[in-house]
């Protein structure tokens, strides 16, 4: 969705909406219902709240991810060598994740927002359809894995 | 695709304008449209044959409400409401047309921010200088290493950065309760240990992100705290559609 959807009156740098993994569970389990208005799949909805919650997540990291990355590059001198790194290696992996993951903490919102404005990209249809699918048949174990980890894991839930 | 029915985005006043060339879920992303009753109007587009709890699809529909939210008030509705036909919409329109007048108003103005609390990532250095009892543990440890010594260490030391954090996330939401029209505690969320909704003043929306910051700030080594928003009011319409629930800190 483009930048240009919001209105004028917010500048530079609006405040957004955070990831949608952030709000996600806003998105599923507050707002109206109306008992005429049926909800889709009743049960299937909410069999898909956590999957779609890892999907997201997973997806959501990635974005962060990057976008820490991108930081990363603009603010340290080039020798840093944790960033090729990462950039080659994937993001699931290894050392260099979780100090890619603390300077997504640090600079915190700004990434957020920015994350969660630039949506464009990530639902190519091809890849979204195997998540989907994939999902779909790892539903048992997935669903459980993330249940059963530590209290702060919540942002990793791949990796649980 | 007429047979899947329609979906049902929100409810918002008849006289409002749609955001130009506005779309929903579905591929392609289907075209919405108003459907006015009464004082009231209903954001719809027809519902895709296959609605699931999508990436592509949740964001749809969050990303309409929000362009929705930036125009006045709107009564969001929860994702997935797919009602059989027009008529059926209308209907529901009718009967509760006074309800959502009501509801439209009473969130004229506002907007979401969600506020979650985790524990903290880097407060194990301020949680050992400050934790005697996680000291002792580890000294222990260290004395004797071995499985159930550092189970016990690892065990107090989670429980510890999480009864930090509830500790510091409700004196946080406490001092941000105030600068609300009203307060909505969110649903459980795995690895968060506090989640809240505000409904905020549109003009006070950026004090209060900046307040939150600011508190977030103070408290870094206790509670790591999660901003999101302005939303739409997801929090600050009942299921029914009537009036709030809101609940105190």
Known sequence: ?160 | MTAEGVYVYAIVRAEKALPAHATGVGSPAAPVRSMRQGRVAAVVSEAPPTLRARRRDLLAHQELLLRLSERGPVLPMRFGMVVTDEKAVRTQLAAHEAVHVAALEHLSGGVEVNVKALPAQDALVSLVAEDGNIRRLRDAVRRRPGYEASIRLGEAVAAALESRAVEAGQRILRELAPRARAVARGPEVQGCVLNTSFLVSRDDSDAFRAAAERLARANRDRVELRLAGPLPCYSFVSADGTPPRTAGV
């Open chain 1, 1 to 160: 969705m483009p930048a240009t959807t919001y209105s004028d009156e917010v500048v530079a740098c609006p405040p957004r909406a955070g990831t949608l993994y952030d709000v996600l569970e806003l998105i599923l389990d507050r707002g109206m219902v109306i008992d005429v208005f049926v909800r889709v799949s009743l049960v299937g909805i909410e069999i898909l709240k956590i999957d779609a919650r890892i999907v997201v997540a997973s997806v959501d990291t990635y974005l962060r991810f990057a976008e820490a990355c991108n930081r990363l590059d603009l603010e340290r001198d080039s020798g840093s060598t944790t960033i090729p790194e990462l950039l080659g290696g994937g993001v699931a992996k290894s050392v260099g994740k979780r100090k890619v993951r603390r300077a997504a903490e640090n600079v915190g919102d700004t990434v957020r927002k920015a994350v969660g404005g630039g949506d464009k990209d990530d639902s190519s249809e091809p890849s979204e359809a195997s998540e989907d699918e994939e999902t779909q048949q790892d539903r048992p174990r997935k669903r459980r894995a993330p249940a059963r980890s530590g209290t702060s894991r919540r942002r990793r839930p791949v990796e649980a």
